[in-house]
Every structure is written in structure tokens, then in C-alpha cells.
């Protein structure tokens, strides 16, 4: 064989050699591309998954906070009231605070709570025995703690 023959099948082999290496590496080269195209949107699901569960967890805390002072205002304006009662010491403002206080309860809810926060005004209305109101709070303030402490129901 001649050396001119030689150099073609020599070339041809490198040639043959090179596209059929250029096409498995293409064909590697796109697997690896899909692989790090499916890893980057698992990371991304997972990222936002994350950032979902945070918010949400954001947000309960915040309406347990809203849920926590709503309750803390509507005790504070009960107390005001028992003590303007027991004292003659009260304001003309003393009732509408009351009534305020205890429409924020029941528009924060849930029922369990606005009930028993009813109750308390209830009594106060009808001038009930002090023994009458302690109960009347304590139940109020046992169900809006497990309310508040339990993460208990949003609303109704």
C-alpha cells in the first residue's frame, strides 16, 4: 500500500474516530445538561417549599399575636369595668370601650372565645357577684388561651 494510501485510511480512522467521539460526548453532554436542569428545579421546588412553609408559619404567629392582644384589650376592659363598678369610680367612655373590645372578640373569634367573652359582659350588665365574674373570666381566659397557646381555630 502506498503512503498515500496509508494517509487516507489513517485520516479517515481519525476522522471517524473524532465524529463518532464528538457524538457519544454530545450525546453525554446533553444528559449532563438535563440532569443539572432537573437538579436545579428540584432545588427550586425545594427552595420554594421553604419559603411557603416559612411564610405560613410567619403569618399564624402574626394572627396568634392579633388573636393574643385582641383578647389581652377585651380582659383589660373588663377588669376597667368591674373596678369602675366596685368603685363608682368609672368615665362615660368606660361602656363603649367595653362594647369595642368585646366586638373585636367576637369579629377575631372563634365562637368558643366571643361566647365566653359574652358571658363576662353579660354579667357586668346585671351587676353579677364578684364570685359570678371571676368565673366568668377564668372561663374566658381558658378558652382564649387555648386558643392563642394551641394555634387553635382561624375564625369560625
Request: no cysteine.
Given at each position: 500500500m502506498s503512503e498515500w494510501g496509508a494517509a487516507l485510511i489513517a485520516a479517515g480512522s481519525a476522522l471517524a474516530g473524532s465524529v463518532v467521539t464528538g457524538w457519544f460526548g454530545r450525546a453525554a453532554g446533553i444528559r449532563q445538561a438535563e440532569a443539572a436542569r432537573d437538579a436545579g428545579a428540584r432545588?427550586?421546588?425545594?427552595?420554594?417549599?421553604?419559603?411557603?412553609?416559612?411564610?405560613?408559619?410567619?403569618?399564624?404567629?402574626?394572627?396568634?399575636?392579633?388573636?393574643?392582644?385582641?383578647?389581652?384589650?377585651?380582659?383589660?376592659?373588663?377588669?376597667?369595668?368591674?373596678?369602675?363598678?366596685?368603685?363608682?369610680?368609672?368615665?362615660?367612655?368606660?361602656?363603649?370601650?367595653?362594647?369595642?373590645?368585646?366586638?373585636?372578640?367576637?369579629?377575631?373569634?372563634?365562637?368558643?372565645?366571643?361566647?365566653?367573652?359574652?358571658?363576662v359582659v353579660d354579667l357586668l350588665r346585671r351587676h353579677g357577684s364578684p364570685d359570678e365574674l371571676r368565673r366568668a373570666k377564668d372561663a374566658f381566659v381558658g378558652v382564649a388561651r387555648e386558643n392563642v397557646d394551641e394555634g387553635g381555630p382561624h375564625g369560625r
Open positions: 432545588q427550586a421546588d425545594a427552595l420554594l417549599t421553604s419559603v411557603r412553609t416559612t411564610l405560613a408559619a410567619e403569618a399564624g404567629q402574626r394572627a396568634r399575636a392579633l388573636r393574643r392582644q385582641t383578647y389581652a384589650d377585651f380582659l383589660a376592659a373588663a377588669e376597667s369595668s368591674v373596678f369602675a363598678a366596685r368603685t363608682g369610680r368609672g368615665t362615660a367612655d368606660d361602656e363603649v370601650v367595653l362594647q369595642r373590645a368585646l366586638s373585636e372578640v367576637v369579629l377575631e373569634g372563634p365562637d368558643t372565645v366571643a361566647d365566653a367573652a359574652r358571658g
